[in-house]
């Protein structure tokens, strides 16, 4: 059985969306971020749901659409990665998830 691991983007990237939605729902902050998860949770049965987004450094990206969030990710047979989830409304050029290290 796959697992679902969320890199330390992606991490950050729950908690943003937990403090934005926060600021005037604690409990619809919660909600979201849960709802959020349990999409991802559904890669481990069909990781080819969503639509092939660019291949870095040999490794096939994938993307899907939940909400007003793009989440990419990678996956292989045993492990589904979840990259980053990153808002719609934002420039995907400006996703951290996505600029080479120096």
Known sequence: MKK???L????????SIYVYISRDSVKYAKLEVQK???FAESLKSLPLK??????IKGKEIRSIVFKNYII???FDN?????????HHAR????????????
């Open 50 to 55: 969503g639509r092939f987004y660019q291949t």
């Open 8 to 15: 330390e983007i992606a991490i950050y990237d729950l908690k």
């Open 91 to 102: 420039l995907i050029s400006n996703n951290p998830a996505f600029k080479d290290k120096e």
């Open 78 to 86: 045993d492990q589904v990665s979840i990259l980053t989830i990153h």
């Open 4 to 6: 679902v691991i969320y």
């Open 72 to 74: 990419f990710y990678t």
């Open 36 to 38: 959020i998860k349990a």
